[in-house]
């Protein structure tokens, strides 16, 4: 047994079928008077439902939350929280509303609660992150970290089965990373390891029956554990290929994690026997997820998100600008191979 040093995150979760009807019974507990509802264009009308639930303790709503947190959207935000008073911020769906809610937190100190519709898994994170100029910044603050998530599975029975594809490759990507992370623990294998299984069980389930709550559920309590990971742990490649893709060429999120991660845990299996061992995917667990996401009718090459071959040196140059902890030694060669392999769709190899 190696020596280890193991932190919990201060976290309080609400989980089940129905679990939003308990929502204003977390704003009371918090103390909570004025929370201003955060959600993307595309959620609104689940925003202002859960606001119109907490009656005269919303202060209002503003569905502007936009993939990678543009500067431009966490100033808005940041402003209007001011102007209203805002003793709080309640981020209704994926990451996107999640990220903007730790913008605001970031800026005035104001608690967070989640409500995610997703698998993103940033609700159990204290990572934030602001894009600007085309690069996208992240770091930790404990201030950011939500106080309390409402995991309601009935809340992602109308995510369309290849956004839940993504979105829990996604948060696989975050499990994959947490195994060889150097500042892992046994407990976080634990998580990791439990996460990336009811996911694999429960997306085909998905992609078979969007309406099976079970399943869905099912990929809520991975989504939590793979989030619990990223919260715990540094990670490493895959997550700075992901962010250097998304800063510069605003490709979509999950999908391009979708993309990426088997090209990435490709790369650095060799240097984590261990960690490939753990994941309970085979032999080829990198192979395993390509296969799986091909099954599944996700994308496979960056080219289909909008990537092109001149994007290859411009993303190499920012990974290699400043690199996060890798198991295996990160070079100008091996990225720019990942990259061109990711861009073709082409299997992946180490």
């Not at 829990?168 to 150097?182: R, T």
């Not at 809520?220 to 290929?241: D, N």
Request: hydrophobic share 50%; net charge negative.
């Amino acid at each position: 047994m190696r020596s280890f040093t193991h932190t919990a995150l201060p976290m309080r979760v609400v989980f089940g079928p129905g679990s939003l009807a308990r929502l204003p019974e977390e704003v009371v507990a918090l103390g909570l008077t004025r929370v201003l509802v955060l959600c993307s264009p595309e959620q609104e009308e689940t925003g202002r439902m859960v606001a119109a639930a907490l009656g005269d303790r919303a202060a209002g709503v503003l569905a502007e939350a936009r993939m990678h947190v543009p500067v431009e959207v966490a100033h808005r935000a940041q402003a209007l929280a001011a102007e209203l008073g805002a003793d709080g911020c309640l981020a209704v769906g994926g990451g996107s509303a999640v990220g903007l809610g730790k913008a605001i937190a970031l800026e005035h100190g104001l608690p967070v609660l989640a409500v995610p519709t997703t698998y993103a898994g940033s609700e159990m994170t204290p990572v934030w992150g602001l894009t600007a100029d085309g690069l996208k910044k992240t770091g930790r603050d404990p201030r950011v970290l939500p106080v309390s998530v409402v995991y309601d599975p009935e809340l992602t029975l109308t995510l369309p089965v290849a956004m839940s594809v993504t979105s829990g490759m996604n948060a696989i990507a975050h499990a994959v990373e947490g195994l060889y992370a150097p500042d892992g623990t046994p407990i976080v294998s634990l998580m990791a390891a439990e996460g990336v299984r009811a996911l694999v069980s429960a997306l085909p389930r998905i992609a078979a029956e969007p309406a099976d709550l079970e399943a869905r559920g099912d990929a809520q309590y991975g989504a939590w554990l793979c989030g619990a990971v990223l919260g715990a742990t540094t990670m490493s490649l895959h997550h700075k290929l992901c962010h250097a893709l998304g800063g510069t060429l605003d490709l979509p999120h999950a999908p391009t994690h979708t993309v990426v991660l088997p090209h990435a845990l490709a790369f650095n299996a060799p240097a984590v026997p261990d960690a490939v061992a753990a994941l309970g995917l085979g032999a080829d667990p990198a192979r395993a997820l390509w296969d799986l996401a091909g099954e599944l009718g996700a994308p496979r090459s960056l080219a289909e998100l909008g990537m092109a071959e001149a994007d290859v040196d411009v993303v190499a140059d920012q990974v290699l600008a400043s690199p996060y902890a890798n198991p295996r030694p990160v070079t100008r060669d091996g990225v720019t191979a990942l990259l061109h392999r990711a861009l073709a769709g082409e299997p992946p190899t180490a």
